[in-house]
């Protein structure tokens, strides 16, 4: 077993390198899927499977998901079965197995979503506020903060969605990474996968020929290769994160 001080990263690498190294440098890794609604980023769950199986190799034993629901009240876990499909993304046969392959290693799975009873007179649109927003933000850090309080000694890979992980403030916006550091003075290692991704509305011009440009490290690599964030050039501007992951697939589906 490849223990993680070993790790070494040095320009384009293989996502199981950056995972190794972020486990080398901080208890907890953060690492993002893409999605938009319901359709998502089939590749980013993919390579999760991967980044669960290295973490494994370098002694991780837990992964808390935004997806995840509560298994009782005020309980985030442990979950050791496969949670009942429901309407959302529990359904979708990439999430579900992303979930198997921790439940396989013998993980336990940990919720942390923002738990909020709506009143009888709210209006949907409320959940649409900055205000809303930034309280959910909030409340997944302070979740995410009493399962690294209550055992220390154990890592933790957390799966979010999009940018919720980022470690640095957007205008009015406060994203849950950048609570999480606040709250817990743990620096967690931060892998950004959604760079690439093709999702509405994004003028991305620069991402196809820079993928052309990479085409044979990209190759080398299955197609998806990461880079820590301190390494990457333009036309790549990583904010807020440690590392990013860029791919030939970035299709949402």
């Known amino acids: 077993m490849l223990r993680v001080e070993e790790a070494v990263v040095e320009g384009w690498c293989s996502v199981e390198e950056l995972v190794r190294w972020g486990f080398g440098h901080a208890p907890v890794v953060m690492a993002n ?17 991967r980044m669960i199986r290295a973490a494994h190799e370098a002694g991780v034993r837990r992964l808390a998901m935004e997806a995840l629901p509560w298994p009782a009240e005020g309980v985030p876990g442990p979950i050791r079965a496969m949670p009942e499909p429901d309407s959302g993304y529990l359904a979708q046969p990439d999430m579900r197995r992303l979930i198997g392959a921790a439940l396989e290693l013998g993980w336990s799975l940990w919720a ?4 909020r009873e709506a009143a009888p007179d709210a209006h949907p649109a409320e959940r649409l506020t900055m205000e809303h927003t930034n309280w959910r933000e909030r409340e997944q850090a ?3 903060c009493r399962l690294t309080a209550a055992d220390p000694a154990e890592p933790l890979l957390v799966w979010c ?46 991402v196809q020929p820079l993928l052309a440009e990479l085409a044979e490290t990209l190759a080398v690599h299955g197609g998806t290769a ?3 964030s301190e390494q990457a ?21």
């Open 33 to 49: 899927e893409a999605h938009s609604g319901l359709t998502r980023c089939v590749r980013a769950r993919e390579i999760g499977v």
């Open 233 to 253: 050039q333009r036309p790549l501007y990583p904010w807020g994160c440690d590392a990013i992951v860029i791919s030939t697939e970035n299709t949402l589906t």
């Open 142 to 144: 302070a979740n995410l």
């Open 226 to 228: 990461g880079i820590l």
């Open 161 to 206: 969605g999009n940018s919720h992980a980022i470690k640095v403030k957007i205008d009015d916006w406060v994203p849950m990474g950048w609570h999480f550091r606040a709250m817990s003075g743990t620096e967690a290692f931060v892998i950004d996968q959604t760079v690439t991704v093709d999702f509405p509305g994004r003028d991305q011009q620069w």
């Open 112 to 115: 942390y979503e923002a738990v």
